[in-house]
């Protein structure tokens, strides 16, 4: 697949040698999703660090599936994506449980248009 | 072969033809494609190859997020035979309903998804993790209209690891080129 390309205007995840950030009562180098502006750059500190589906590397793979941060954008275009509204949306569909973090609202296009 | 016999296969194919066209997100039937940002761009989920003995595929998993819209995102049109996994819920294998989804066809050619209605109760879905190979037996198959999108059924929470594949079927509206329902298989860890 294509790797990520991290657009010119964004900040770019420093490499895993790089000094993190420091924040009150955390230990050096833990980074939360919060840390990052796109999933993308959550992901590739994810993997940079060792992380992946069977180690949830600084937490940041809360579903242990191999994917940082899906709390943030993931399309990589689409960066005012909210992903936070579990629960809350309003929406008809009715679901009980928290498995799926976010259900998505109506049917798939898999096909027509 | 009698001759009215052959007249009414070459029917069902002329259909058969009308209504992969018409499912493909119409590239070639004037309609307009499915819209970029309603394709993933994510790459393959490391790990993760979903294979179905009864219909000969099988397919690695790209991620699929969420649209602005709050729909969920498909499988690049482009390559019809790679199915996705939606990322903001369980994994094949975790506990709760991985969903996976491919289209029926694109492009003309079929899809990932082609076969999903033939599958019924106890037949076997394979799924290769990063934990190990996981066997799901589908439970039921069921076409319902994309107005009626069986929401619940579908993502809520499940009391083991259970699939849910998703893709395009039913009854084809012909002026709007387009399926009116989905076909959805349920399959449990056995």
Redesign the interface.
């Known amino acids: 697949?294509?790797p990520n390309s991290v657009p010119a205007n964004r900040r770019v995840v420093p490499d895993n040698d790089a000094p993190a950030p420091q924040r009150a009562g955390r230990p050096a180098g833990d980074r939360d999703c919060a840390d990052f502006a796109t999933q993308q750059q959550a992901q590739q500190y994810f993997e940079s660090i060792g992380g992946?589906?069977?180690n949830n590397a600084d937490r940041l793979d809360e579903?242990?599936?191999?994917?940082a941060c899906?709390s943030l954008?993931?399309?990589?275009?689409?960066q005012?994506?909210e992903?936070t509204?579990t629960g809350d949306?309003g929406?008809t569909?009715?679901?009980?449980?928290?498995?799926?973090?976010?259900?998505?609202?109506?049917?798939?296009?898999?096909?027509?248009? | 072969m009698s001759r009215p016999r052959t007249a009414v296969l070459v029917l069902v194919a002329a259909l058969l033809a009308l209504v992969t066209a018409a499912c493909s997100g119409g590239s070639d039937d004037g309609q307009q494609p499915l819209a970029a940002s309603q394709q993933s761009t994510a790459g393959v989920v490391p790990g993760y190859t979903v294979t179905i003995p009864k219909l000969n595929e099988s397919s690695q998993l790209i991620g699929l997020g969420l649209n602005a819209d709050k729909s969920i995102q498909v499988p690049p049109l482009a390559d019809p035979m790679q199915a996705g996994v939606y990322t903001k819920g369980p994994m094949p294998g975790q506990t709760g309903p991985a969903v996976v989804l491919a289209h029926i066809n694109a492009n003309g050619t079929p899809g990932f998804g082609e076969g999903f209605h033939t599958l019924a109760a106890g037949d076997t879905i394979n799924v290769t993790t990063p934990n190990g190979p996981v066997r799901f037996a589908v439970t039921r198959t069921e076409t319902a209209p994309k107005a009626e999108f069986p929401t619940a059924d579908v993502y809520s929470d499940t009391t083991g690891p259970e699939l849910r594949l998703i893709t395009c079927g039913g009854t084809l509206d012909r002026s709007a080129h387009n399926y009116l329902g989905q076909t959805i298989v349920y399959a449990k860890k056995v």
């Not at chain 1, 579903?63 to 994917?67: F, L």
């Not at chain 1, 954008?73 to 689409?78: I, Q, T």
């Open positions: 697949m294509a992946s589906s069977t579903n242990h599936n191999g994917v899906e954008a993931d399309d990589g275009d689409d005012n994506a992903a509204t949306d929406s569909a009715k679901t009980s449980g928290d498995q799926v973090t976010e259900v998505p609202e109506g049917s798939a296009q898999t096909g027509g248009a």
